[in-house]
């Protein structure tokens, strides 16, 4: 079997052509299928939503399965990423790793792929810090740069963003 790797530029092109499916995201040169959201997953992406929204509404911005530039060949769509502001900075371009507070991945069937994937890819771009929601342990999983080393948290527990370190959040439903 050939293998076809893609940069962000060809990627786009095959998209806007037609040739690829519509929930598709690519992760070093590779196309990979996005797997559709479970219910519970659901749940969790509409409260970490509202609960970032909310508490951060003045000092970032929140979104939900935007492409993130991360470098050539890789420009996943996190479930949720808090950004820099203002808004009108991403008028002619996707956000990229430099403007990145925090991500979110909501993790159930894509758990493996997430760790094994997108981490490294999350790391090497210099993300300051990514949120695994594990829902097959119902933990979180705090990775942060540069050693990447996950902290766990369990229900119950509260964390704070590294950007906003004095601003701990009740992360689970």
């Known amino acids: 079997m050939v293998?076809?790797?893609f940069t962000v530029e060809a990627y786009h092109r095959a998209y806007q052509a037609g040739a690829?499916?519509?929930?598709v995201e690519l992760l070093a040169g590779e196309v990979y299928a996005v797997s559709p959201m479970g219910k519970k997953h659901i749940r969790y992406l509409i409260h970490l939503t509202n609960l970032l929204a909310e508490a951060f509404r003045h000092e970032a911005l929140v979104v939900s399965q935007v492409p993130l530039w991360l470098s050539e060949d890789s420009e996943p769509e996190p479930d949720l990423m808090l950004l820099s502001p203002p808004p009108e900075r991403y008028d002619e371009r996707p956000p990229k790793p430099e403007d990145v507070l925090?991500?979110?991945e909501v993790s159930e069937t894509t758990l493996v792929q997430d760790r094994a994937l997108k981490l490294p890819l999350y790391q090497k771009a210099g993300l300051p810090e990514v949120w695994v929601v594990n829902l097959l342990e119902e933990v979180l999983e705090v990775y942060?740069?540069?050693?990447y080393l996950p902290?766990?948290?369990?229900?119950?527990?509260r964390v704070a963003p590294k950007a906003f370190?004095?601003?701990p959040l009740k992360w689970w439903v």
């Open 102 to 104: 925090l991500l979110v």
């Open 165 to 167: 370190p004095t601003r």
């Open 151 to 157: 902290e766990r948290y369990a229900k119950g527990e």
């Open 20 to 23: 690829l499916p519509e929930r």
């Open 3 to 5: 293998r076809h790797r």
């Open 144 to 147: 942060a740069f540069p050693h």
